[in-house]
């Protein structure tokens, strides 16, 4: 069974930076990662993704303030935020794919048929 350990996030004044962690307990060199996010009364939507061969994809919302990044030697997914806006508050969340998935599917940061997730963490972002 694969486990996400979330860490990271809290409160922040627009402007503000913070850093999410997620802990997979498997080899996250063998899993599609992803961050998404949910704001109260909306819907999830996708915020980054990493596919195996490490290519990345951003919404359009946060490209340029915040980065996904993996590090294998400790199974580790991190998302770097930026220049945060109140516009990001929200609980998020980590998710993993081990199943195949094609560069559109990726990109499109749809969270639909993601296989693990974290127990997600709130950020919120105050003006």
């Known amino acids: 069974q694969v486990t996400l350990v979330q860490s990271g996030g809290g409160s922040v004044q627009a402007g503000g930076s913070l850093t999410l962690s997620c802990v997979i307990s498997g080899s996250a060199a063998s899993f599609h990662m992803g961050w998404f996010r949910q704001a109260p009364g909306k819907a999830r939507e996708g915020v980054a993704t990493?596919?195996?061969?490490?290519?990345?994809y951003y919404s359009d919302s946060v490209k340029g303030r915040f980065t996904i990044s993996q590090d294998t030697t400790k199974n580790t997914l991190t998302l770097q935020m930026n220049s945060l806006e109140p516009e990001d508050t929200g609980m998020y969340y980590c998710s993993a794919d081990s199943y195949p998935r094609s560069r559109t599917t990726m990109q499109s940061l749809s969270g639909a048929g993601w296989t693990y997730w974290g127990q997600g963490t709130q950020v919120t972002v105050s003006s």
């Open positions: 990493r596919s195996t061969d490490g290519r990345t």
